[in-house]
């Protein structure tokens, strides 16, 4: 169960856009460093922009951030070190993987919450539907509708 | 003179609605045929002022008449003819008139084709279309006058924004609207059958065909979107979970289950409350996106209340008709009956299953993109959700969606054999096997489960073929027997097979693109050659160009793959003087359905510009997917049995022979 949830989570990440504005002379030297640069960007927002992240943008605020994250993995930083400095400076708003915290509780649990509900729901009432029995009989036609299907039904060609 | 008959002919437009809006349902109630009729008539003269009244607002932007507003801010005297036509609906209040135009023009459809309705059905129906369109046309005219005329008229416009002169944006907004816009003919026929108190299958017959053409457009409508902003944003990306693009991609969800729903309910009989509701959704959901996109308030909750005329009309909008419309479902749902009994395991049971993973998928995208609003306004608590958020929960429920694909069309209605199902899937199970061993063998680098995930596409397509061989008999009978009856095969069925493979193929794009995409990121002088996924790129000078409306520095590159030249590719960087900005024309050359892309970044003062070069493996398939899936649904529209409505000539030749 457990590996198939990091299937699944892994399976995620394969989705993750591989888009950007990063500039030539803001590459670290170290590729791994400059790969981790690239993954904790992508998940962090450019706050003048509209909803993109600071890999994406070309403002002047986004390259700023890219080089502030690239100087703390140079320090020496973890990735969660980097994104912790990072909110204590900016606030939860630069995170665009919302944390999992009493305010986002409902954000990151709905999509289970529906499926089980739903779940829930669909199999009660086939049960309850099955229990019941027989076919409903389609409603009788309305006193129009008869005389449009006399009509038709005269209409119907004699010959073939 | 043309502005003032513009705005008249729209005042007049909603004369006619509001008259549509009441008229039909007192003759519904007196059971007067001639006062039912009248809903036929304002509908196509609604349809008339508001193309005279877009007409209008095309010819004053064409001529440039800088003394209206509208063409002021957003046209300018030489712009090419194209892009003053397009610049129509680049702006807010241009493309609010293209809503109401494409609204009166699927009202008039229905006025027009819908003479196999029944009459009380179809005035319902107008009537309720009207509702609508009285609620838009006001909108208009209260806070969004197009044809505003300004005291002392200047002499040159300001421009439309640089990025949206573009023949892909000239297109893309009247293709979404029409998919937007189309799922009002839906919710209408909902809202009649719930106030008529009467559904049966014969209503899914009628509704089908009109969400087939909304969806259709929709579909292609955000593809083109999409492609757009590959191209034309510069740096390559493809969908951003953008609240705009969600505004989108929201009724599309809904309107799949819609389709899919409504499909049960004409062959079986069941799903009418669910069908019902679901088309009430999907339309709401179209009014929702209308409402974040136009008002504001997704750029900033702050800009929205200093400004919220706009937004809260929409808003107001909003409330009433979802508000309205859930309240009767609520009040008349229960004495709709349920009919058609089936097995959880049959054909109905695998599309209440596509049904609830849509929705839950459609509810996550909607709660995306509302809860951080939500936050801000009712907690002050600031939060984003962007890609991460969605790439966690929504793919999952698509993965699922996939694995589900091929087994719903090849299960028996009522009581099906998942076993047998499964043994017949077999090879299509093997083929996604094999490719994931061929993947997972020739590739290096990138996640693990990306050969899984193209296995899962391979997958969804062979399931598709699958249906196909069997329906024919490809395999067990002579070929000619076979061909027969491919040819025989209802439209309906090979769009399906058409749409399913679609996903697949989309999917095996989105997971090469982001898998295997590689990058070149450098300052490049002259005669500097970046070698990129075996390509080696040369670049050869920088020109300057003047354009119609713009300055561009162009980047000449030289293509070569193992010494033997491919082509030249001529990525620009262009200023727009009027407006002060620039954009990024990147270059693009197609090797199959795998993409090199180019843009430009600055240039220094040593003559060096900063270059982003990608290769972007079997790209395209993420756009020829969406347009499979289109395909597939034009198919299935032109499905004889959904054409109701078409004239039918048949019938009108057996009336002018005299029978033997």
């Known amino acids: 169960m457990r590996r198939m949830m990091l299937a699944i989570v892994a399976l995620m990440l394969l989705a993750l856009p591989a888009a950007h504005a990063v500039q030539p002379d803001e590459i670290m030297s170290d590729p791994a460093k400059e790969v981790r640069a690239r993954e904790l960007s992508r998940e962090l927002r450019c706050m003048v922009c509209q909803n993109q992240s600071i890999d994406d943008s070309d403002a002047p605020l986004a390259r700023d951030l890219r080089l502030l994250v690239r100087e703390r993995i140079a320090a020496g930083d973890s990735n969660s070190q980097v994104l912790d400095f990072l909110v204590a400076r900016y ?27 739903g779940g ?10 099955s229990r019941n029995g027989a076919d409903v009989p389609v409603p009788p036609l309305t006193p ?4 449009r299907l006399a009509r038709l039904m005269s209409e119907e060609p004699r010959s073939s | 003179m043309i502005a003032e008959s513009g705005h008249y002919a729209l005042v007049l437009a909603l004369a006619l609605a509001l008259i549509q809006s009441i008229v039909p349902l007192i003759g519904a109630r007196l059971h007067d045929a001639a006062l039912m009729n009248v809903a036929r008539s304002t509908a196509l003269a609604q349809l008339l002022f508001v193309g005279a009244s877009f007409i209008a607002l095309v010819t004053l932007h064409v001529n440039s008449d800088f003394s209206v507003a509208n063409v002021y801010e957003n046209s300018h005297s030489m712009k090419p003819l194209l892009y003053k036509i397009t610049g129509v609906w680049g702006n807010h209040e241009g493309s609010m008139l293209l809503w109401v135009a494409i609204l009166a023009l699927f009202g008039g459809l229905v006025a027009a084709f819908g003479n196999n309705l029944p009459l009380s059905l179809r005035a319902h129906v107008l009537a309720v279309q009207a509702w609508i369109a009285s609620a838009f046309y006001l909108f208009i005219l209260v806070t969004s006058n197009p044809f505003l005329r300004i005291a002392n008229p200047p002499i040159e416009g300001r421009d439309l924004n640089p990025v949206l002169q573009d023949i892909g944006l000239a297109v893309h907004p009247p293709m979404l609207y029409l998919g937007y816009v189309g799922f009002s003919i839906s919710f209408s026929f909902a809202i009649a059958a719930l106030m008529e108190g009467r559904i049966d299958a014969a209503w899914a017959r009628w509704v ?22 590959y191209y034309e944003l510069g740096w390559g990306g493809w969908w951003f979970w953008d609240p705009v693009e969600n505004a989108s991609l929201m009724p599309w969800l809904a309107g799949t289950a819609l389709l899919h ?11 009418k409350v669910w069908t019902i509701l679901l088309s009430i959704l999907t339309f709401s959901l179209s009014l929702l996106g209308t409402f974040l996109v136009r008002s504001g308030v997704i750029t900033s909750v702050h800009a929205f209340a200093t400004d919220p005329t706009r937004g809260v009309f929409i808003l107001l909008i909003l409330c009433v008709f979802i508000g309205g419309s859930l309240s009767l479902f609520a009040a008349r749902a229960t004495s709709l009956k349920q009919g058609g009994l089936f097995a959880p395991i049959s054909r109905e049971g695998a599309l209440v299953l596509n049904n609830l993973l849509l929705t839950v998928a459609c509810a996550v995208v909607l709660f995306g993109t509302l809860y951080p609003l939500a936050m801000e306004v009712l907690a002050d608590y600031k939060m984003s959700v962007g890609a991460p958020f969605y790439n966690l929960t929504f793919a999952p429920l698509f993965t699922l969606l996939l694995i589900a694909v091929p087994f ?3 299960l028996a209605w009522k009581r099906g054999d998942l076993l047998g199902v499964t043994q017949r899937l077999l090879a299509a199970g093997v083929a996604g096997l094999v490719v994931i061993a061929i993947v997972w063998a020739w590739t290096r680098g990138g996640s693990a489960l990306a050969p899984l995930a193209i296995g899962l596409g391979v997958f969804v397509i062979a399931g598709a073929v699958t249906d196909l061989v069997e329906r024919t008999g490809l395999l067990r009978l002579p070929f000619a027997t076979a061909l027969h009856r491919a040819r025989g095969m209802p439209r309906s069925a090979w769009g399906t097979v058409f749409a399913h493979a679609g996903l697949g193929v989309a999917l095996i794009g989105i997971v090469c693109e982001t898998t295997w995409n590689s990058e070149y990121i450098a300052t490049m002088k002259p005669s500097d050659v970046a070698h990129v996924a075996g390509y080696d790129l040369k670049l050869d000078g920088l020109f300057q160009r003047q354009g119609p409306n713009y300055r561009e520095m162009i ?43 180019i843009s430009l970044g600055d240039a220094n003062a040593e003559g060096a510009i900063a270059v982003r070069i990608y290769h972007k493996p079997l790209v395209l398939l993420i756009w020829w997917g969406p347009v499979m899936m289109a395909f597939g649904g034009m198919l299935s529209l032109s499905d004889r049995r959904l054409r109701v409505g078409a004239p039918k000539p048949a019938r009108a030749r057996q009336r002018l022979q005299p029978a033997e």
Do not use: H
């Open chain 2, 408 to 410: 719903g069309p090849m």
């Open chain 1, 144 to 147: 129009e509708e008869e005389t």
């Open chain 1, 91 to 117: 606030g939860e708003f630069v995170l665009l993987k919302p944390r999992f915290e009493r305010q986002t509780l409902l954000l990151w649990l709905l999509a289970p919450l529906l499926l089980i509900c």
């Open chain 2, 555 to 597: 980047a000449e590159f030289n293509v070569s793959r193992d010494g033997e030249t491919l082509s030249v590719m001529t990525p620009s960087k262009r200023s727009f003087t009027t407006r002060g900005s620039s954009t990024t024309e990147a270059a693009l050359l197609t090797r199959g359905a795998s993409q090199l892309y």
């Open chain 2, 208 to 229: 089908r065909p009109w969400t087939l053409m909304a969806w259709i457009f929709l579909t292609l409508g955000i593809a083109m979107g999409s492609y757009w902003a």
């Open chain 2, 261 to 271: 729903s409504a499909l049960v309910m004409e062959k079986r009989n069941a799903l």
């Open chain 1, 120 to 129: 829930l729901a669909l199999w009660l009432q086939i049960r309850r539907r």
